[in-house]
């Protein structure tokens, strides 16, 4: 499956952005679905999980209550809705497919990664 996410840009603190995921080669309704981010100079950590169904999902703590995974299997399609953004979330944000379940934070258990979309917050 070929990931290609979208929808980064400069927003300033407390604004909002939503990023696209788009697949293709195969449907995404047999993945688990992850957004990841790496920061300047720091590794890369997850963000949000959204298991095949859509059912259940999963966030860091740090974003947790401001983002919003989810996902349409038809269209094939994954989002990131974030609110509230912090300059401390500027970042290349990555959409990957695979994951574990039971270990959705774990990069490592995703087989499928795009290339990156950059958010800078910033005023």
């Known amino acids: 499956v070929q990931l290609q996410a979208s929808g980064g840009g400069l927003v300033q603190p407390g604004g909002s952005l939503r990023l696209s995921c788009a697949a293709s080669?195969?449907?995404?309704?047999?993945?688990?679905m992850g957004w990841f981010r790496q920061a300047p100079g720091k590794e890369r950590e997850f963000v949000a999980a959204?298991?095949?169904?859509?059912?259940?999902?999963l966030y860091a703590d740090s974003v947790k209550g401001r983002f919003t995974i989810s996902r349409d299997n038809a269209s094939n399609m994954v989002f990131l809705q974030m609110n509230s953004l912090k300059p401390e979330d500027t970042a290349v944000y990555y959409c990957?497919?695979?994951?574990?379940?039971?270990?959705?934070?774990?990069?490592?258990?995703?087989?499928?990664w795009g290339q990156g979309t950059l958010v800078t917050v910033s005023s």
């Open positions: 990957a497919a695979g994951g574990r379940t039971g270990l959705l934070g774990s990069s490592r258990y995703y087989g499928y």
């Open positions: 080669g195969r449907t995404i309704s047999y993945y688990n």
């Open positions: 959204i298991i095949r169904s859509g059912g259940s999902t």
